[in-house]
Structures are given as C-alpha cells and as structure tokens.
C-alpha cells in the first residue's frame, strides 16, 4: 500500500506545504514452484502493477519450494529462503533474466537454500546477502554489487562467473574467491581484495574511464590475474 505524509515548512510570511508520499511493501510467500513472471494478482498481492513486486515487498520462498527468475526486470527488497527451522527454499535464474534486490537473506537453521544460476541471468544486490550456508551453483551468470557505501561479500559465492562492482559500492571480499570468467570494477567503485587469494581467470577491468579502483593492500592473500587486465583511467 501507500501512506502519505504532510509537512509544512517554511516561515513567516511564508509557507509551504509539502506532500510525500511513499509505498509501504507487502510481504508476498511462495510455497509451490514459481515463475517470478506469475507473481501478480490475484494470487500474490505485490504493491507494483497488477499486483507484481516492487523494490518495497519483500519475498519469502519457502517449502521446499523454487522460484525462477524470468523477467529482466525483476525487483524486490528482500528475498528470503526458507521460512525458517529446517525449511529450504530455492531461486533460479534464466537466460537473460535481472534480479534487483536489496537484501538476499537465508532464513534457515538447518535447510539447503540453493542459488542456481548454471542458466545464465544477473544477481544485482544493492544491500547484503545475510546469513550462512546458501548453496551457490555459479557456473554461467553475473553477480553485481552495487549501490552506494560499503558491502561485505562474505556471504556470497566462493566462486563466480562473471562478478562485478556498479553504482558507488566498495565491496570487499570475505572469503578465498575465484572469478572463472570476468572481474568488472566500474567508474566510482572499489573492488577491495583484502587478505583473501583471489583468482581471475578471465580478464579484470578496472573503471570505465573516469574512475574505479582495485584494492590490493594487505600482504596476506596470493592474487592470480590470469588474463588481461585493464585499466581505463580517461
């Protein structure tokens, strides 16, 4: 739904009144398998068009279920798997499918909640990825970071297809990581490798050509660029 707020600013003589209004998300759950292009009224009540998710409702997958990234214009604030306990839940990605998410979160104490993207499509995570054990299947597709402020990749796959770093993120990795493909660091990103081995086997771009930057300050941590790597500086 929506709520809106009124405030009057301003002195004597004069006022202002301003009027805001904001979407307040639903929370929409899935228990059967899912197309992300089927959830839409009147099944699922979501607070985008005819009843679709917006970047306000959060998402929540559980019983065993599976949802299947479809669209290129999927968003969500968050999307859970599993409903908590021993429950699992499941997100796939279909060639040239987009999911735009603020928070991916696992919600499990004990339940396989798989990322599959073995067919393609982009992860965007605009916030986090909380919580520990998912089962990432990452042999084709891309994982963006992106955003503004800093983000811990922790969470995230140990391997990646092809990961990039957009909006004004700096993103700073958790873990031992390898990218099997591409490392992108976009124009006004920093990639920060931390203490961590990293290998590259593809090629490693770093800015657009204004900016973007790739941190290597720790000694700890063995770094293996395999391919080309280039920087575009302007």
């Given amino acids: 739904g929506t709520d809106t707020v009124k405030a009057t600013v301003g002195g004597n003589p004069a006022k202002n009144t301003v009027t805001v209004t904001y979407v307040i998300g639903n929370t929409i759950t899935i228990s059967?398998?899912?197309?992300?292009?089927?959830?839409?009224?009147?099944?699922y009540n979501g607070t985008?068009?005819?009843?679709?998710?917006?970047?306000?409702d959060k998402i929540i997958i559980n019983s065993g279920s599976t949802v299947t990234v479809d669209v290129s214009s999927a968003v969500a604030n968050t999307v859970t798997l599993g409903g908590g306990g021993s429950s699992t839940g499941n997100l796939t990605f279909n060639s040239g499918s987009i999911l735009n998410v603020y928070t991916l979160a696992k919600n499990t104490t004990s339940?396989?909640?798989?990322?599959?993207?073995?067919?393609?499509?982009?992860?965007?995570?605009?916030?986090?990825?909380?919580?520990?054990?998912?089962?990432?299947?990452?042999t084709k597709g891309s994982i963006n970071y992106s955003g503004a402020g800093s983000q811990s990749m922790t969470n995230g796959p140990a391997t990646y297809y092809d990961l990039a770093t957009t909006g004004t993120v700096t993103a700073t990795l958790g873990k031992n990581t390898t990218v099997s493909h591409n490392l992108t660091i976009s124009d006004g990103t920093t990639f920060n490798a931390a203490g961590y081995n990293l290998t590259?086997?593809?090629?490693?771009?770093?800015?657009?050509?204004?900016?973007?930057?790739?941190?290597?300050?720790?000694?700890?941590?063995?770094?293996?660029?395999?391919?080309?790597?280039?920087?575009?500086?302007?």
């Fill in 111 to 138: 339940g396989t909640c798989n990322v599959n993207m073995s067919g393609g499509g982009i992860l965007i995570i605009t916030g986090s990825i909380t919580g520990t054990g998912f089962t990432w299947t990452t």
């Fill in 200 to 234: 590259v086997s593809g090629t490693t771009r770093v800015g657009d050509g204004t900016s973007g930057t790739l941190t290597i300050s720790y000694t700890t941590g063995t770094k293996i660029f395999v391919g080309l790597v280039t920087i575009n500086n302007g």
């Fill in 32 to 43: 059967s398998n899912t197309k992300w292009s089927d959830i839409h009224l009147p099944t």
């Fill in 48 to 56: 985008g068009p005819g009843g679709q998710p917006s970047a306000a």
